[in-house]
C-alpha cells in the first residue's frame, strides 16, 4: 500500500520561499506519476506540479517559474520548492501517486488519486 507524508509547510510572508517534502513508501511501480495538490479554504483541490518516472515535470500556469518538483536519487522524495510566494499559493499542500501508463499526461491520471495524506500547510501573508 502506497504510503506518503507531507512535510516542509509553515508561514511565510509574500517573496518568500518553502520547500515541501513528501515520503513515499510500499509502492512497486516502475513507471509512475508522482505529483503535488492544494486546497485552499472554500476551493477545489487542484493540481499544482507533476513528475514522471521518466523525468517529465508539469507546472499549472500560476506557478511556473516559480516552483520546481524534483524527486531525490532513490526516488523515494518527492520535493516542491516554492520561491517567490505569493498570499494565493496559501493552500494545504498535498502530494499524489499513480501508476503511469507512459501515454496519459500525468496531471490527468493523479486526478484519480484517492489516498489522501493529512497535507502539510503552506501560509503566505503579505
Known amino acids: 500500500q502506497v504510503q506518503l507524508v507531507e512535510s516542509g509547510g509553515g508561514s511565510v510572508q509574500a517573496g518568500g520561499s518553502l520547500r515541501l517534502s513528501c515520503a513515499a513508501s510500499?509502492?512497486?511501480?516502475?513507471?509512475?506519476?508522482m505529483g503535488w495538490f492544494r486546497q485552499a479554504p472554500g476551493k477545489e483541490r487542484e493540481w499544482v506540479a507533476t513528475?514522471?518516472?521518466?523525468?517529465?515535470?508539469g507546472y499549472r500556469d500560476s506557478v511556473k517559474g516559480r516552483f520546481i518538483i524534483a524527486q531525490d536519487d532513490a526516488k523515494s522524495t518527492l520535493f516542491l520548492q516554492m520561491n517567490s510566494l505569493k498570499p494565493e499559493d496559501t493552500a494545504m499542500y498535498y502530494c499524489?501517486?499513480?501508476?503511469?501508463?507512459?501515454?496519459?499526461?500525468?496531471?490527468?491520471?493523479?486526478?484519480?488519486?484517492?489516498?489522501w495524506g493529512q497535507g502539510t500547510q503552506v501560509t503566505v501573508s503579505s
Open positions: 499524489a501517486l499513480v501508476r503511469w501508463d507512459t501515454v496519459s499526461w500525468c496531471f490527468r491520471l493523479l486526478q484519480n488519486f484517492r489516498d
Open positions: 510500499g509502492y512497486t511501480y516502475s513507471r509512475y506519476c
Open positions: 513528475i514522471s518516472s521518466g523525468g517529465n515535470t
